[in-house]
């Protein structure tokens, strides 16, 4: 999944009732060119700089920039009988990139729930928590660009892998679903080979009452590396939205998934808060992740953000959304488990920008 969709200020996706349930993945700004298809286009452009103790990087402390972007064609329709049909095709702009395409899936839905088949991201994805933030995303951001080992904030999962996904009709204030992938090929081959997981099953479940939302996820897959330990991966967390604040805690476990050592744990627990005052927002967020693996490293990362949002009235709409947003992000890396690496600290400031038609 790209950094747009990761952020949620960028991507979009069609709101699609299922059985009562409706899945959005943020509020889309598509241009419709007729009643039945639509195109959306968004980008983003990232400034940073960083000093990492543990590097002798003569880049250190100079400015490092890189743009994204990403072009979505959609379709949907509704039968006469009740049924919703549609389909999304994402296509992505990196100066780097070598398969453009991101996403390619299609979906129906109606009073049994919805069914999509194709490549884009599943139920464990869809239905995980979700750490309030703002901007760049402060401790779910892509701060590990620049320097610093990732957070652990959610689970992992199938990502883009080709599958098919199946969500429950609603049941009152629940919500739940399963995919399954039977390779890690995100529609490009059907060989099996070292470093692909197959027999990936996602399980997500959402609930809501009033303000408060709570979340369970899980995955497990077959890991194919000669010694890897299988995937098993489970997340839980909430949110809590009082006025113009949302605050939510969240913990992961990813376990021994795909390393060689059995007794390797990765986890990660996070605490996350944002405020709303009009265009401008805020978000503060730390994370505490644990790392026992041989070369592991554990790590704490706080992070503070900061957005503004412009919607300009065209025509009497609003027809695209900028951002623009500030974080910076300081972390403690312990050394590793072996101690052949040694421990180290550092921070990262960005500035960022995303532009949404």
């Not at 890189?66 to 009740?82: C, L, M, N, R």
């Not at 986890?267 to 026992?292: K, P, R």
């Amino acid at each position: 999944m790209s950094i747009i969709n990761k952020l949620g200020v960028a991507a979009i996706a069609l709101p699609v009732a299922v059985g009562g349930l409706t899945l959005t993945a943020t509020s889309s700004k598509a241009a419709s060119v007729n009643e039945y298809f639509g195109i959306d286009y968004v980008n983003e452009f990232v400034l940073g700089t960083y000093k990492d103790d543990s590097t002798a990087d003569s880049a250190e402390n100079n400015p490092e920039i890189y743009a994204k972007g990403e072009v979505h064609f959609k379709g949907q329709v509704k039968t006469d009988s009740g049924l919703t049909i549609g389909g999304e095709i994402e296509f992505t702009a990196e100066s780097d990139a070598t398969n453009n395409i991101d996403e390619i899936y299609a979906y129906v839905s109606g009073d049994f729930g919805r069914l999509e088949v194709g490549d884009q991201d599943g139920a464990a994805d869809k239905l995980d928590w979700s750490v309030p933030k703002v901007g760049f995303g402060q401790v779910d951001g892509d701060y590990n660009n620049f320097a610093g080992n990732d957070s652990t904030v959610n689970l992992g999962e199938s990502s883009d892998d080709t599958k098919i996904t199946y969500y429950l009709p609603k049941f009152g204030n629940l919500a739940l679903g399963i995919s399954w992938a039977p390779l890690d090929d995100e529609g490009s081959t059907a060989e099996i080979t070292s470093g692909e997981e197959t027999d990936q099953i996602e399980v997500g479940a959402k609930y809501s009452m009033g303000d408060i939302t709570l979340n369970g996820a899980y995955y497990q897959a077959t890991d194919n590396d000669a010694g890897a330990e299988d995937h098993s991966t489970w997340s839980v967390g909430f949110t809590y939205s009082f006025g113009d604040f949302k605050v939510g805690a969240g913990h992961a476990n990813n376990g021994a998934s795909g390393q060689t050592d059995a007794n390797a744990d990765v986890n990660g627990t996070t605490l996350g808060a944002t405020y709303s005052d009009g265009a401008m927002a805020y978000g503060f967020s730390v994370n505490q992740t644990e790392n026992s693996a041989a070369t592991g490293q554990d790590q704490d990362t706080i992070s503070f953000g900061a957005e503004y949002t412009f919607e300009p009235v065209v025509n009497d709409s609003t027809p695209v959304t900028a951002v623009v947003a500030a974080d910076l992000t300081m972390f403690d890396r312990a050394a590793s488990t072996n101690g052949a690496t040694a421990g180290d600290d550092g921070w990262v400031a960005i500035l960022y920008t995303s532009i949404e038609f």
